[in-house]
């Protein structure tokens, strides 16, 4: 009824990527990345949702796990 209270959230598109090693058969090496394209969210509001609402900055995170099962 009121498109001043619609928020629209604009499609956007992440690469996540994971790597895994076995050292040996108890510990295992896990390398993750996501959002490599450093995609960013936002949200708009209004008629034809065209005016900005709010952004979201993501960023990259990388991590490192090590798992060791006894």
Same mark, same amino acid.
Do not use: C, M
């Given at each position: 009824?009121n498109p #001043? +209270? *619609?928020? #629209?959230i604009k $499609?956007f598109t992440?690469? *996540?990527?994971?790597?895994? #090693? /076995?050292?040996t $058969?108890q510990? +295992?090496? %896990?390398? !993750?990345?996501?959002n490599?394209t =450093? /995609? =960013? %969210?936002y %949200?708009t @509001?209004g $008629? =034809?949702?065209e005016y900005? %609402?709010?952004? &979201? !900055?993501?960023?990259q @995170?990388w991590f &490192?796990?090590?798992s060791?099962?006894?």
């Amino acid at each position: 009824a009121n498109p #001043w +209270q *619609d928020i #629209w959230i604009k $499609p956007f598109t992440t690469l *996540d990527l994971t790597a895994k #090693w /076995s050292v040996t $058969p108890q510990l +295992q090496l %896990r390398a !993750e990345a996501r959002n490599l394209t =450093n /995609s =960013n %969210r936002y %949200r708009t @509001t209004g $008629p =034809n949702y065209e005016y900005h %609402r709010a952004g &979201l !900055e993501i960023g990259q @995170t990388w991590f &490192l796990r090590v798992s060791y099962v006894i």
